[in-house]
């Protein structure tokens, strides 16, 4: 296909075309996203009840779609719309223009520009209407545990996931911070209640959800710290309002690796009591909120860290997802684990109004064209990146979409 032409349409909203761009995931080629990921021409989906269709302008890209090409902890194949078509066009963040309406839909028009949160669910299940969608049965990440993502010309999404774009940001600021933000948002406000003067130590401060967990304890008036594995990284979080920053190569000792010797695990234990010491030093006292998603190597060091009664909320095990700790630390202290998984509609709605007002900003570590969907996540795979990356679509060029004056995005240095 002629990737040149991917920013070009000759229909108007309300219409679409038959086939599109988008970059697929299939079973057969499972593995390294520079591999997994590939271009093909595909049907453009049609709109069912209560669903929509957006021209995707900009796409954001996550770590979901690592696991996705991956095929790892399971093939995402297996599930949600994925057996129905065959295929995985993934891609759980967009900003873009809504082109088509299915039935039902009263809230957006074609020619609404929008984000999209990632969250879906069948308005017919109880939970959605009582308890919270997260809860539903039939749950599910759109672009990742769904077919018909954003890394696509267009995508077929939920009414429900439709949020207004914010005026000042480009689409490709606009596309990059949903998935990470709303789940941060919630892990932070609604899972741990975080306060002004809370404690916060946050791992991978500098990655996507580590960017937003920072800034939001700051707009919070919480003090936190954010462990790192560079003096770049180390800056940018210091920018975005940490107090300070660790750098974990200091404290490589403390990392869980799994069938660590009772000799090996002693000294494992010293180093992370001095990183716990390093962590009260910078914050005052011991956080009362650890924010993890490292999993098995951190894990330990986070249940002895975090304060009496203190919570360690929990949304990823990016190292492991067999959490080995001693739980003297835990019941003896009375801590808590928290488990937290994205968002509901109601709170990225919340999260995003902190977004159009400027308190909460983006962080686009870099902005690429359509072609650059498999070379993404091979760089947030071999962890080479910082805050987000953004894909082009529908946008010609990095700059379009801004309709009011506004602070944008947070760049941050290119190469840290
Ligand atoms: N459940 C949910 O709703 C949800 C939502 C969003 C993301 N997630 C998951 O959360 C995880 C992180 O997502 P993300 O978007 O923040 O990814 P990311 O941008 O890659 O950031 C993760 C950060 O973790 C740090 N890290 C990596 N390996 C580490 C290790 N061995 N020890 C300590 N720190 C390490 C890295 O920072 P340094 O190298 O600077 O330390 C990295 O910047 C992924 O597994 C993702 O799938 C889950």
């Known amino acids: 296909m002629d990737l040149q032409q991917v920013s070009s ?36 989906p049609e709109p069912g009840a209560f669903e929509v269709i957006v021209r995707v302008m900009a796409a954001g890209v996550n770590y979901n779609n690592v696991w996705a090409a991956l095929g790892k902890p399971v093939s995402v194949m297996k599930y949600g719309d994925h057996p ?8 759980s963040d967009a900003s873009g223009v809504v082109w088509k309406v299915g039935p039902g839909v009263t809230r957006w028009k074609a020619g609404d520009e929008v984000v999209v949160h990632c969250n879906q669910a069948s308005y017919e299940d109880p939970e959605v209407h009582g308890l919270d969608p997260m809860a539903a049965p039939s749950q599910r990440i759109w672009g ?31 596309a990059s911070y949903g998935l990470v933000y709303f789940t941060a948002y919630r892990m932070l406000l609604t899972r741990c209640g975080l306060q002004a003067g809370d404690r916060v130590l946050i791992w991978g401060a500098a ?21 790192v594995s560079s003096t770049e990284k180390g800056e940018l979080v210091k920018r975005l309002g940490a ?21 090996e695990e002693k000294a494992r234990f010293r180093t992370s009591r001095e990183f716990s010491n390093r962590v009260k030093e910078i914050l005052g006292d011991a956080p009362d909120i650890v924010f993890e998603h490292v999993g098995q190597a951190t894990f330990p060091t986070s249940v ?16 492991g997802f067999h959490l080995d ?79 009011a004056d506004g602070p944008g995005a947070i760049h941050a240095e290119v190469g840290g």
Request: with cysteine; glycine share 12%.
């Open 144 to 174: 990742y545990e769904t077919t018909w993502g954003s890394f696509a010309q267009f995508t077929k999404v939920q009414a429900q996931q439709l949020l207004p774009k914010p005026h000042a940001l480009t689409w490709e600021e606009a």
């Open 207 to 227: 990655g996507g959800l580590g960017v937003f967990a920072t800034q939001l304890c700051k707009a919070t008036g919480a003090h936190c710290v954010g462990v």
């Open 84 to 91: 129905e078509y065959g295929h995985h066009i993934g891609g």
């Open 243 to 263: 107090a300070d920053f660790i750098d974990r190569s200091e404290f490589a000792g403390m990392m869980r690796r799994g069938g660590e010797s009772p000799e």
């Open 325 to 403: 700790f001693d739980v003297r630390y835990l019941w003896m202290k009375q801590k808590e684990i928290v488990g937290s998984h994205f968002a509901n509609a109601y709170e990225c709605m919340k999260a995003n109004e902190l977004i159009e007002s400027g308190q909460i900003r983006p962080v686009i570590w870099r902005t690429m064209g359509f072609d650059g969907v498999a070379q993404a996540h091979q760089l947030m795979l071999e962890n080479k990146h910082l805050g987000k990356i953004s894909i082009l679509v529908g946008a010609e060029s990095e700059g379009l979409g801004r309709t």
């Open 9 to 44: 349409l000759d229909v108007e909203p309300g219409e679409l075309p038959k086939t599109m761009a988008a970059w697929v995931i299939r079973e057969e080629r499972l593995g390294e996203p520079k591999d997994a990921f590939q271009i093909e021409e595909m049907e453009v």
């Open 304 to 319: 002895y860290t975090v304060k009496p009664f203190g919570k360690v909320v929990i949304c990823a095990g990016t190292t």
